[in-house]
């Protein structure tokens, strides 16, 4: 998850800059959110619905219109849940899996290595056991099968006895693997929410909300999401041919919510409509701790209070990518489908330390990738596309580093760890891409591959993937670079951060962040309110951790606010703030949150960006 999203608008609409900031210390214009028709949006809402001023400026900021209030402050499942045979192919797949429940078939389920993946199998594979279907999940090896099913993977479950192959999360590109499947005798049922062309697979059914034909509208969704959706569809099939007649049970679809939840946060998909009661509904199923694998890893984090999606993202989220990362991919899967207590322990003890050691590999990596991405904005500072790559850098950890380029750059991103074939030597290169607001890397990702520029590749909009040969790199960056150049020059000249309101530290009480919880849970597509801190000096500022900032904000009343910023040490935020210790009064921007970690209850300001106060620019 990324700390901080920018937003875009047209650049030639006039923009007055909030508190004059037309460039601050990341490069950004500070807006506010509200727009003149919207103050009075605002008004109506808290006057209609009874609601204090500062939540309905919050909700109208999020276009919430006025009669949608209710039901977005309590998103639920029956309110907005489709009929999951809205997707294309759903009607099908249900009958197939149902089939494949009453004949007590084998199945096997494909999924991918990140939370989501994860998730998605767990989900699959849980619904499967209650109705004693034997099983396998079978995550690839990032490093050496990478991204999505190959086919020795495929023929190695059908050989297994799996008459029926399920991927999760990954499938919907993968025409030769899938293909050789119905050789082997198995049939495919491909659950995924990636892009997807014309063309799809030849398979039994491809349920994707954003395969091309799908007029369902929930393309928003996480693979999770859309596998909750088909477990709907498969118990509401065998309930209609009485499987569940006598004393049969059906499976409590209700108290996996936690899983769907956390793959919602941790794929940073909009957190909009069915996410929302996803999400909503899903921290209270997770805060019973009724998952036993789920329960480990909140005792090896040392969590213990009740999660929000801050956990979700940052706690739980990371430790389970791990695995995948730098570790045995499967242990995610494994830990949430577990049943037994005290190998959950285990794997979750496991995935803790995979994650400390990610940590350091990571940090070691982005030093270097900064250097050079510095290097190569200031060489070409219209640069549409920062393209890195080395030999030495894990393949695990390239999707975060693009992530933090992108986040320090304000442009996308594509890091590549290379690997020498031992027979040729060539290299091959493994890439992550990630993106800024109105940039499409996903499109151009396909359209590469279809331009044979690729081996392969597929993602979204804002987070892609792909596999290069390293004879076609120069031909890719200038392919990519010119595919990005106009959506990238007018995403960096409209970039803003959009400002809620400002605050004072006598002001950020709990009283505000429980009155500001009620239009949660935030996340992508429902920020979280960003206030500015107006002329408060910096305290006591110093490096902590991870190359985080911490520090205090006080005002000119003396009231005082703990703050930290997050991998700020080294970076102009950073910097700028270490620097103003103790001197002139600065602006601050950023988002409060409710701390109760190690026992303590406090609120704390999360910085994301600062500019110098009583100026324009930076």
């Given at each position: 998850?990324?700390?901080?999203?920018?937003?875009?608008?047209?650049?030639?609409?006039p923009?007055?800059?909030?508190?004059?900031v037309?460039?601050?210390?990341?490069?950004?214009f500070w807006k506010?959110?509200?727009?003149g028709?919207?103050?009075?949006?605002?008004t109506?809402i808290a006057?209609r619905h009874?609601?204090?001023?500062?939540?309905?400026?919050?909700l109208?900021?999020?276009?919430v219109g006025?009669?949608?209030?209710?039901?977005?402050?309590?998103?639920?499942?029956?309110?907005?849940?489709?009929d999951p045979s809205?997707l294309?192919?759903?009607?099908?797949?249900?009958?197939r899996?149902?089939?494949?429940?009453?004949?007590?078939?084998?199945?096997?389920?494909f999924?991918?290595?990140?939370v989501?993946?994860?998730?998605?199998s767990?989900?699959?594979a849980r619904?499967?056991s209650?109705?004693?279907?034997?099983?396998?999940?079978y995550?690839?090896d990032r490093?050496?099968?990478?991204?999505?099913p190959?086919?020795?993977?495929?023929?190695?479950?059908?050989?297994?006895?799996?008459?029926?192959?399920?991927?999760?999360?990954c499938g919907?590109?993968s025409?030769?693997?899938?293909?050789?499947?119905?050789?082997?005798?198995?049939e495919?049922?491909?659950?995924?929410?990636?892009?997807?062309d014309?063309?799809?697979?030849d398979?039994?059914?491809v349920?994707?909300?954003n395969?091309?034909?799908?007029?369902s509208?929930?393309?928003h969704?996480?693979?999770?999401?859309?596998?909750?959706?088909v477990?709907?569809?498969?118990?509401?099939?065998?309930?209609?041919?009485?499987?569940?007649?006598?004393d049969r049970?059906e499976?409590?679809?209700?108290?996996?919510?936690?899983?769907?939840?956390?793959?919602?946060?941790?794929?940073?998909?909009?957190?909009e409509?069915?996410?929302?009661?996803?999400?909503?509904k899903?921290?209270?199923?997770?805060r019973?701790?009724?998952?036993i694998?789920?329960?480990?890893l909140?005792?090896?984090?040392?969590?213990d209070q009740?999660?929000?999606?801050?956990?979700?993202?940052?706690?739980?989220?990371?430790r389970?990518n791990?695995?995948?990362r730098i570790?045995?991919?499967?242990?995610?899967?494994?830990l949430?489908s577990?049943?037994?207590?005290?190998?959950?322990?285990?794997?979750?003890?496991?995935?803790d330390?995979?994650?400390?050691?990610?940590?350091?590999?990571?940090?070691?990596?982005?030093?270097?990738?900064?250097?050079?991405?510095?290097?190569?904005?200031?060489?070409?500072p219209?640069?549409?596309?920062?393209?890195?790559?080395a030999?030495?850098?894990?393949?695990?950890?390239?999707g975060?580093?693009a992530?933090r380029?992108t986040?320090?750059f304000?442009?996308?991103?594509?890091?590549?760890?290379w690997?020498?074939?031992?027979a040729?030597g060539?290299?091959?290169?493994?890439?992550?891409?990630?993106?800024?607001?109105?940039?499409?890397i996903?499109?151009?990702?396909?359209?590469?591959?279809a331009?044979?520029?690729?081996l392969?590749?597929?993602?979204h909009?804002?987070?892609?993937?792909l596999?290069?040969?390293?004879?076609k790199?120069?031909?890719l960056?200038?392919?990519?670079?010119?595919?990005?150049?106009e959506s990238?020059?007018?995403?960096?000249?409209?970039?803003?951060?959009?400002i809620?309101g400002a605050?004072?530290p006598?002001?950020?009480?709990d009283?505000l962040?429980?009155?500001?919880?009620?239009?949660?849970?935030?996340g992508?597509?429902?920020?979280?309110?960003?206030?500015v801190?107006?002329?408060h000096?910096?305290?006591?500022?110093?490096i902590?951790?991870d190359?985080?900032?911490?520090?205090?904000?006080?005002?000119?009343?003396g009231s005082r606010?703990?703050?930290?910023?997050?991998r700020?040490?080294?970076?102009p935020?950073?910097?700028?703030?270490?620097?103003?210790?103790?001197?002139m009064?600065?602006?601050?921007c950023?988002?409060?949150?409710?701390?109760?970690?190690?026992?303590?209850?406090?609120i704390?300001?999360?910085?994301?960006?600062?500019a110098?106060?009583?100026?324009?620019?930076k």
């Open positions: 998850m990324g700390a901080v999203r920018e937003i875009t608008e047209p650049a030639d609409e923009r007055d800059a909030f508190l004059g037309e460039e601050s210390i990341r490069g950004f506010e959110r509200l727009s028709h919207d103050h009075a949006i605002a109506a006057q009874g609601l204090p001023e500062v939540l309905g400026r919050v109208a900021g999020r276009g006025i009669d949608d209030v209710p039901v977005f402050l309590d998103p639920s499942l029956k309110a907005l849940m489709p809205d294309r192919d759903m009607t099908k797949a249900a009958a899996i149902a089939d494949a429940v009453e004949k007590g078939e084998q199945v096997a389920v999924g991918d290595y990140d989501d993946g994860a998730c998605s767990a989900l699959m619904f499967l209650h109705h004693g279907i034997k099983n396998r999940v995550i690839p490093l050496f099968e990478g991204y999505g190959n086919a020795k993977a495929i023929e190695e479950l059908a050989k297994e006895g799996a008459s029926l192959i399920i991927t999760v999360d919907t590109t025409f030769e693997p899938l293909a050789h499947a119905k050789s082997c005798g198995a495919v049922i491909v659950i995924d929410h990636h892009q997807s014309e063309t799809l697979p398979v039994h059914s349920i994707n909300p395969r091309q034909d799908d007029v509208g929930q393309g969704l996480c693979a999770a999401g859309v596998v909750f959706l477990l709907v569809a498969i118990a509401r099939e065998l309930r209609t041919r009485g499987y569940y007649a006598g049970k499976h409590a679809l209700m108290g996996e919510l936690d899983l769907v939840a956390l793959a919602t946060v941790c794929d940073v998909v909009p957190l409509g069915l996410n929302r009661a996803y999400v909503t899903g921290l209270q199923v997770m019973q701790r009724h998952n694998g789920l329960r480990a909140f005792d090896a984090a040392g969590l009740a999660p929000t999606p801050y956990h979700l993202g940052y706690i739980l989220g990371p389970i791990a695995g995948g570790g045995d991919s499967g242990l995610g899967a494994r949430l577990q049943s037994n207590p005290r190998e959950a322990h285990k794997i979750a003890e496991t995935l330390r995979l994650n400390r050691e990610r940590k350091a590999i990571e940090t070691q990596t982005l030093d270097q990738a900064m250097a050079e991405a510095e290097a190569e904005v200031a060489k070409e219209d640069l549409p596309i920062i393209v890195l790559g030999e030495d850098w894990h393949k695990g950890i390239v975060l580093v992530s380029l986040d320090r304000q442009r996308p991103s594509c890091v590549l760890s690997t020498k074939d031992a040729t060539e290299l091959t290169g493994t890439g992550s891409l990630r993106s800024v607001s109105g940039v499409d996903g499109r151009a990702v396909r359209a590469a591959v331009d044979g520029l690729l392969k590749g597929g993602g909009a804002m987070a892609a993937g596999t290069v040969a390293q004879n790199l120069a031909e960056k200038g392919y990519l670079g010119k595919e990005l150049a990238t020059q007018e995403a960096r000249a409209a970039a803003a951060l959009e809620d605050l004072t006598s002001a950020a009480k009283e962040i429980t009155l500001l919880d009620r239009a949660g849970p935030y992508q597509g429902n920020p979280q309110p960003r206030f801190f107006p002329a000096r910096v305290r006591f500022a110093k902590v951790g190359a985080h900032v911490r520090a205090v904000v006080e005002a000119g009343d606010l703990d703050a930290i910023a997050f700020a040490a080294g970076q935020l950073g910097d700028f703030l270490l620097a103003a210790n103790g001197g009064p600065v602006h601050i950023g988002t409060i949150r409710r701390d109760t970690w190690g026992g303590r209850n406090r704390e300001l999360t910085i994301e960006d600062a110098a106060s009583g100026k324009g620019k």
